[in-house]
């Protein structure tokens, strides 16, 4: 029993190390341009359970490097990386979602997602939610939470969400901006 415990342990390591070598690969055939190899390896490695190559997967049918354009299993990837918490993931397909791209354009479904990475503490999510309230797209328009959620992209050193909590804060009163700010200093993510 202890040496087949053993040899287990060495076969999970050995598939480890091979896993990090594909993945190598993948990177390295994406970064020299040969999105064809790239994609090949980032499939091999999804279907894995890899849930980077997943992600990777759901940009690649988005932009249509190594293959053709397929927002339907861009989304289809993007989700099942979401389902298991990848947050570059959860963001993407909030995205399909707001576009209506491989899946109904779905606002509320945009939010929800753009909320489970926001709250986690991802830059780009935390803008494209503050973009929803400031719209009242998916959610009631509510310019001192688009203030907020762009005050935290911001905090995150993102340029744009600076311009665009700027931009916002001319419809809040002092003393909502004080409370906003003071809530925007003190505010920590979430762990899930």
Known sequence: MGRL???????????A???????????QAYAHHDYADAYKGFE?????????????L??????GQGTTVNYGAAADWFEKAANQGHLSAINNLGTLYEL?????????????YYRLAADRGMGDAQFNLAALYEQGHGVAKDPMQAYIWYGLAAR???ADAKAAQAKVKSDLSAN?????????KSWQPTSK
């Open 5 to 15: 415990l053993r040899l287990w342990g060495v076969a999970i390591l050995a598939f």
């Open 17 to 27: 190390i091979s896993a990090a070598a594909m993945a190598q690969e993948a990177f």
């Open 44 to 56: 091999k490695l999804a279907s894995n359970g890899d849930l980077n190559a997943m992600n990777n």
């Open 58 to 63: 759901g940009l690649m049918l988005v932009n």
């Open 100 to 112: 209506g791209h491989g899946r109904q354009q779905n606002y509320q479904m945009a939010a929800q």
């Open 156 to 158: 995150s050193g993102d």
């Open 176 to 184: 909502i901006l004080g409370s906003a700010d003071a809530f925007i």
